[in-house]
T-cell receptor
Framework: DAKTTQPPSMDCAEGRAANLPCNHS???????VYWYRQIHSQGPQYIIH???NNETNEMASLIITEDRKSSTLILPHATLRDTAVYYC???????????????FGQGTTLQVKP | GAVVSQHPSWVICKSGTSVKIECRSL??????MFWYRQFPKQSLMLMAT?????????EQGVEKDKFLINHASLTLSTLTVTSAHPEDSSFYIC??????????FGSGTRLTVV
């Protein structure tokens, strides 16, 4: 399974963009990059995922480098409610069911400060 | 959006008893469900993968006779912690995978064994 490396913690000022990096240098060609976050004592919340193209949704943007060895999750205007642990996960390729398991690393604790 | 309901949200049981945790996909069919365990200040650890109509696949080091998993329908998977002991106290989280690539997590169950 490809593994990911994330900084253990980051701070961000409220209203500013939060840029969370992730290294996944051993990712395989058919493996996706997923981002989830977990607010204390809750289940993880899906944020975004991508294969090789940059992706954007209502929550965030995902920038994947051309060689796919790293990615950055961007929260464009961080709020206090974005304080959470953010997990970058490379999905183990499943079969035709497309449901490979997610293996969590240690994640990045993002603290958004007023 | 996809919703996964996990019940109960918390439970306290006596040592030696068994506890059943339910995980339901409310608005989609989940051919695969995943069970995780999370200790305080640690990341999620995958325990097992549950496939509808077949035996669960357990991760290395997880006792299958202690953590019984049943996935009898496309919308329900259960985890039974048998003969629970204080060291089984943890936060248990389920996740459901579906075609399309994203995974939805339940809100978690806080188990306390006294």
């Amino acid at each position: 399974d490809a593994k990911t490396t994330q900084p253990p913690s980051m701070d961000c000022a409220e209203g500013r963009a939060a840029n969370l990096p992730c290294n996944h240098s051993t990712i395989s060609g058919n493996e996706y990059v997923y981002w989830y976050r977990q607010i204390h004592s809750q289940g993880p919340q899906y944020i975004i995922h991508g294969l090789k193209n940059n992706e954007t949704n209502e929550m965030a943007s995902l920038i994947i480098t051309e060689d796919r060895k790293s990615s950055t999750l961007i929260l464009p205007h961080a709020t206090l409610r974005d304080t959470a642990v953010y997990y970058c996960i490379v999905r183990v390729a499943g079969g035709s069911s497309n449901t490979g398991k997610l293996i969590f690393g240690q994640g990045t604790t993002l603290q958004v400060k007023p | 959006g996809a919703v996964v309901s996990q019940h109960p949200s918390w439970v306290i049981c006596k040592s030696g008893t068994s506890v059943k945790i339910e995980c339901r996909s409310l608005d989609f069919q989940a051919t695969t469900m995943f069970w995780y365990r999370q200790f305080p200040k640690q990341s999620l650890m995958l325990m097992a993968t549950s496939n509808e109509g077949s035996k669960a696949t357990y991760e290395q080091g997880v006792e299958k006779d202690k953590f019984l998993i049943n996935h009898a329908s496309l919308t329900l998977s259960t985890l039974t912690v048998t003969s629970a002991h204080p060291e089984d106290s943890s936060f248990y989280i389920c996740s459901a995978g579906r075609t399309g690539g994203d995974y939805t997590f339940g809100s978690g169950t806080r188990l306390t064994v006294v």
